[in-house]
Nanobody
Framework: QVQLVESGGGLEQPGGSLRLSCAASGLTFSVYTMAWFRQGPGKEREFVAAVGRSGGTTYYADSVKGRFTISRDNAKLTLNLRMNTLKPEDTAVYYC????????????????WGQGTQVTVSS
């Protein structure tokens, strides 16, 4: 049974930083493209960032480029998202997802999803 479990969300002030992690089990982690999506209040789930199987290739939504960094550790079966210079518009539930497809920002290509972790950016 595949499980993706996110952690690290919380309340942070604008300009602050948070680090999200996703622990994976039940899948051959290294063959999956891994990604973070988010869903803000009243919004559709949107792509945030993805990392290729080896960790050498990364992709970002324009809205987070230069502020967020995605990384993975295939030995520890973990996915991370470092979020800097947080803005109120980053407030959302953040989801970890796994896709057998390479380099995809299309949420329909992701077969496995975590339950999400809440990130709130507010003063």
């Amino acid at each position: 049974q595949v499980q993706l479990v996110e952690s690290g969300g919380g309340l942070e002030q604008p300009g602050g930083s948070l680090r999200l992690s996703c622990a994976a089990s039940g899948l051959t982690f290294s063959v999956y493209t891994m990604a973070w999506f988010r869903q803000g209040p009243g919004k559709e789930r949107e792509f945030v960032a993805a990392v290729g199987r080896s960790g050498g290739t990364t992709y970002y939504a324009d809205s987070v480029k230069g502020r967020f960094t995605i990384s993975r550790d295939n030995a520890k079966l973990t996915l991370n998202l470092r979020m800097n210079t947080l803005k109120p518009e980053d407030t959302a539930v953040y989801y970890c997802a796994a896709s057998i497809h390479s380099s995809s920002a299309n949420r329909d290509n992701y077969a496995y999803w975590g339950q999400g972790t809440q990130v709130t950016v507010s003063s």
